[in-house]
């Protein structure tokens, strides 16, 4: 799909529904650095050598620090709304995510984008449950660095 169209729009649960199965992006590439990564693990308070030590991780198999897991499905949401807006619905919320991997790591320097597709549609009380599968793919790697199957809610307009 090509970016510069998006985010695509849906205005209706008949709008939502008709996206199901379809690829939605991919996002703009997004720069993994060492600072941004820093800045997560002072966030969560998560400082294991692998993300925060340069000097001891070049010594490693992966040769340099890597992001964490989290790191990159922290990004989902803001990739999400770069893709697909909800600004049509009354309200939208993030629901939760089922399954989540990571299948490959995200080393410092790389740089990683994201595609959406809308698995399933599900009508609830006052609106629809949306199943998206996130795909985060790192620029130049075989294997996405994480898969997730995230769920929001949207409410129809008055």
Known sequence: MDT???PVMPRSLADL????GQDI???AWHDV???RINAF????GDHQWIHVDPERAASSPLGTTIAHGLYSLSLGPAFSYSLLSFEAFA???????D???FPAPLPTGSRVRMTLTITSVEQVAGGAQIRTLQTFEREGADKPVAVAESLARVVEGE
């Open 4 to 6: 510069s169209q998006l």
């Open 17 to 20: 529904e008709a996206l199901v």
């Open 25 to 27: 992006g991919p996002t």
């Open 33 to 35: 650095t060492q600072e």
């Open 41 to 44: 693990a002072d966030t969560t």
């Open 91 to 97: 309200h939208s919320l993030n629901y939760g995510y």
């Open 99 to 101: 399954k989540v991997r």
